[in-house]
């Protein structure tokens, strides 16, 4: 792995160290300065003709506050996004729901590097980055440009972008204290300019803390380390971060509803502290009480896993028209969630420990050739990739010992054996073509961009029969002589799809701006389409699935004054065959997905900003949302409607949801309470499981104490509101988190 890595850096910095001109004039990151008063928390910069948000580096420090981790609890206040979390710093991930919209169809990206998993979308916030390092996130609500490099974009997209080295030498340290015994400590050395141009940057993370409720730590640890690399050689600029994350994360238990529906009794309800030992031999497990005890033991849920990201752009400025950029990138993950079940053989009950590994291998490049004219800016650009997931689960009976201890059993005589629950992989292979077109102030005034895109995406998911197969360390078990597919549960599929996107703004006055935004996106089925009747194959099954698509429509106005920033907008969503789970009402046991018809959705959303004094800013947003199914799903066996959810609201999609932050500086004290209220949500397709709204006030304090030392303070739920957080939504039984209850934090952070 490290061979890899190093050989790739080296592609990276040798392939672009060639070419040696007169230093050409790029624009630079400044370096920081403290504030004298607050600013409003939305980047002011040249409207364009689309609905989005971005959020930058100084109010992003401040909305993770002293303890944040995961990066999206930074950009929470804005329009029509829900930000939960399992614990108060966001350091088990969580969800992210964007007009209702969850985060697999979301388009994820760093530094224009995507994000998402390349088998089910989904993505890991607390994974990508150090808040510390991050210099904006940008949230694009519903159009989302046809230059992107996202097959999942259906709802929208976030972009993150990487600080990169200063100009000058610097050395940042931040340690950070909280309840729950967390600690985080952050470390960043910036070079400076060094010779030919060169800057860089390096920094090193570690944090850790105990689960709020239950055993465990969350995490036991976190270690992220970054690198980031500039140069400017005359014509050739090029840059390229490296960012490596590992962690190990005891689980959060889920409720089911009747719990959900008592907070009183159930808000710390978690996993077992200890095993029990069930007698005889300590591994029957017939005796109903300890059985369920141990199967819910805490060590049996755990989430270990590595992560490395590389990413470089090289600009070559061909002619002062023409230009090549060249974005290569490598996505490396390696991953292991933890349950344990149980199972019966020869009439007696027995527990199984199994182990679900995710290893991706995801490399991929765009290439885009920029011609400039006075009739604006056209981009002809090709992204590639070709990501490779190996997932595969191994289960180990389970013996306990008298001292509560335990050890895996792994082909051992005279017990249950061990066995493999599935060994599969997916290569998923995407080349997408694009042109883009943008003509800014166009006649003065008028602002255009369009773009259209062929996106094909390939999908080749191989099951392999797993009897009799020996337990092996790491993924070897792929290079095993007697590995077999089943081509039964093993298929082969290619999505096509052109998309077209347009945008359009028009600056009525200095401060009046309305734009309409239009966009076609898809999202190819998950890898995993469930467990089949046994009179069919996984390939009739593909070959029914439809991809979801959606097309969207944004009208809003931006009115950008000196003190004041406001942007009322309304938006419809046209979302064609929406992918959800069923059980098939023959056979409850057989889970699978099916299109679920269209889904109309539709709202208002208003976000203002404003600065009435010196000391004071504002900003707010309200959203309304409607997302509704308006047909029904269809089982493989009857091909008959089954679910009966026409009409019914999509899950954990709250129809109002309202936030403010309130930013006021006194004594040199920068004083930011807020406030988010999240309106009542279901937890089913069904619309059975409903879960209460809830109002959440959180504060945050920072203070500069020295020229090179800042003071921050932070408390998330400041009046220990009970409430549901994240939902795992489901056909007819969702899976509910407790929110994290008050919690504070402090730092200090220094700048030399």
Not at 212 to 239: A, C, M, S, V
Not at 251 to 274: C, E, M, V
Not at 323 to 329: C, D, E, G, S
Not at 359 to 383: C, H, M, Q, V
Request: glycine share 8%.
């Amino acid at each position: 792995m490290t061979k890899r890595i190093v050989l790739l850096s080296g592609i990276f910095c040798v392939g672009v160290a060639i070419a040696q001109e007169a230093p050409r004039i790029k624009i630079q990151v400044q370096e920081e300065k403290e504030r004298e008063a607050p600013e409003i928390p939305v980047e002011r910069k040249k409207a364009k003709p689309k609905t989005e948000t971005t959020v930058k580096e100084k109010e992003l420090q401040r909305g993770t506050g002293a303890g944040g981790v995961n990066v999206f609890r930074a950009i929470e206040l804005t329009p029509s996004l829900n930000v939960q979390t399992d614990d108060a710093y966001g350091l088990g991930g969580g969800s992210v729901r964007l007009r209702g919209f969850d985060n697999t169809q979301i388009g994820i990206s760093i530094d224009d590097m995507p994000l998402n998993d390349s088998g089910n979308f989904a993505i890991y916030p607390h994974q990508y980055a150090d808040v510390e390092n991050l210099e904006s996130i940008t949230i694009e609500r519903g159009a989302v440009s046809k230059k992107s490099p996202f097959y999942t974009e259906v709802g929208g997209a976030i972009r993150i972008r990487t600080k990169p080295p200063a100009n000058e030498f610097g050395i940042t340290i931040f340690p950070k204290f909280g309840t729950n015994e967390f600690r985080k400590y952050f470390f960043r050395v910036d070079t400076g300019r060094l010779p030919f141009g060169i800057r860089a940057f390096g920094s090193y993370s570690h944090t850790e803390a105990d689960k709020w409720k239950g055993p465990g730590k969350h995490p036991d640890f976190r270690d992220h380390y970054t690198i980031g690399i500039t140069q400017n050689l005359g014509r050739l600029f090029w840059e390229f971060y490296y960012d490596k994350n590992t962690q190990l994360n005891y689980f959060y238990r889920g409720l089911n509803y009747q719990q959900a529906q008592n907070l009183d009794q159930f808000r710390r309800f978690d996993y077992s502290p200890s095993l029990i030992f069930p007698g005889g031999n300590g591994l029957v497990h017939n005796n109903q009480t300890i059985r369920d005890n141990n199967v819910a033991y805490y060590k049996f849920y755990k989430n270990p896993y590595d992560n490395q990201q590389l990413r470089a752009n090289v600009e070559l400025d061909i002619t002062n028209w023409l230009k090549l950029t060249f974005k290569p990138y490598m996505w490396i993950g390696r991953g292991s969630g933890t349950s344990a079940t149980t199972f019966t053989s020869g009439g007696n009950t027995y527990i199984a420990f199994r182990e679900s590994f995710n290893y991706t291998d995801r490399p991929g490049a765009i290439l885009n050739l920029n011609f400039k004219s006075s009739y604006g800016e056209f981009t002809l650009g090709y992204w590639y990739e070709r990501a490779e997931l190996k997932q595969w689960q191994p289960s180990f009976p389970v013996r306990v010992q008298p001292d509560g201890s335990y050890t895996l059993l792994i082909n051992t005589l005279g017990t249950p054996s061990f066995r493999y629950n599935y060994i599969q992989k997916t290569i998923t292979t995407t080349n997408t073509p694009f042109i883009f077109y943008e003509a800014p102030e166009l006649l003065g005034r008028l602002d255009i961009n369009a773009g259209i895109r062929f996106a094909q995406v390939k999908r080749e998911f191989t099951n392999y029969n797993t009897t009799g197969l020996p337990y092996m360390p790491e993924d070897d078990i792929f290079d095993h002589p007697n590995l077999t597919k089943d081509p039964r549960l093993s298929y082969s599929k290619t999505y096509r799809k052109v998309l077209f996107n347009f945008g359009v703004g028009y600056k009525l006055t200095d401060h009046i701006y309305p734009y309409f935004a239009f966009s076609q996106n898809f999202r190819v089925p998950p890898n995993f389409i469930g467990t089949i009747p046994n009179n069919v194959d996984a390939q009739f099954v593909i070959n029914q699935l439809k991809p979801e698509e959606s097309v969207n429509y944004d009208l809003g106005v931006r009115f950008d004054f000196d003190k004041l920033y406001v942007v009322p907008a309304i938006y419809y969503t046209d979302y064609k065959n929406r992918l959800i789970r069923i059980a098939d009402p023959n056979d409850p046991n057989l889970v699978y997905l099916r299109n679920a018809g269209k889904v109309k959705a539709y709202g208002f959303e208003l976000e203002v900003g404003a600065k009435p004094f010196k000391d004071l800013s504002l900003y707010g947003s309200y959203s309304y949302n409607v997302a509704e199914f308006k047909d029904d799903c269809t089982t493989l066996s009857t091909g008959n409607p089954v679910c009966g959810i026409s009409g019914n609201q999509v899950p954990d999609t709250p129809k109002h949801m309202f936030k403010l932050g309130i930013d006021y500086r006194i004594f040199g004290f920068n004083i930011r309470p807020s406030l988010q209220y999240i309106g009542s949500r279901y937890g089913t397709v069904d619309n059975k499981q409903k879960v209460s709204s809830y109002t959440l006030i959180n504060l945050s304090v920072d203070r500069r104490i020295t020229k090179n030392f800042t003071l921050y303070f932070d408390v998330i739920n400041l009046t220990d509101k009970k409430y549901i957080g994240r939902i795992s939504p489901g056909e007819t039984s969702g899976t509910y988190y407790v929110g994290a209850p008050f919690t504070f934090s402090v730092g200090l952070r220094g700048r030399f």
